[in-house]
């Protein structure tokens, strides 16, 4: 699928209505905004041109290389981001922004439609919440409490997606343990 794209700071934006539905009903990529254009996350484009979808940006077929580099030039994080990004997809999950809960990701079970309108069952609520970081990152005691507590809040579990230098992705679970 080929798709004309504009690169903005925010990642990809489509303008094409049907492309943009499209891409967006194939598990929930991306956010349509209110004038029917797709905003496509550095994390979400790239995963998509794995998945053979070509962005055309100004007349020319942007290939896997050179989008990355672009995001890592806007993103100090994007290269450790990315490769927990794509892992939970592969998996099957429904990956989102988690900006809101302070960190990178909140991740829901496959299935579940994140946008639905109404009462939630238990099922369609965050299942993770997850910060990518590189091997050997450092993480206070403080850091680690406040993104427990802040997932804890929205019944979720708070995961940390270690990036090694093989780009490998190993997930550690941190939770409060009463005494």
């Known amino acids: ?5 504009e690169i903005t700071d925010k990642g990809f934006k489509v303008f094409d209505e049907e492309s943009a539905e499209e891409i967006h009903e194939e598990k929930y ?4 905004l209110d004038d029917g254009t797709l905003q496509l996350s550095p994390c ?7 998945r053979e979808v070509e962005f055309e940006v100004d007349g020319t077929v942007l290939d ?3 989008a990355y580099q672009i995001f890592c030039e806007v993103d100090d994080e994007f290269s450790y981001k990315y490769p927990a990004y794509s892992d939970l997809r592969e998996r099957g999950y429904i990956v989102k922004s988690g900006f ?3 960190a990178h990701f909140r991740v829901y079970p496959r299935g579940v439609n994140p946008y639905k309108d109404g009462d939630k069952r ?7 919440v997850v910060h990518a970081v590189p091997e050997n990152h450092n993480l206070s005691f403080q850091e680690m409490s406040r ?14 997606a270690v ?12 939770d409060f343990k009463k005494l």
């Open 64 to 66: 896997f290389e050179e």
């Open 122 to 128: 238990e099922r369609e609520h965050t299942k993770y």
């Open 147 to 160: 993104a427990v507590r802040l997932a804890g809040n929205i019944r979720a579990d708070m995961l940390w």
């Open 163 to 174: 990036n090694d230098t093989e780009d490998q992705v190993t997930y550690y679970q941190v």
């Open 1 to 5: 699928m080929k798709v004309e794209a």
């Open 29 to 32: 990529y991306g956010k349509i």
């Open 100 to 102: 809101k809960f302070g």
């Open 44 to 50: 979400e484009a790239l995963h998509l041109m794995e």
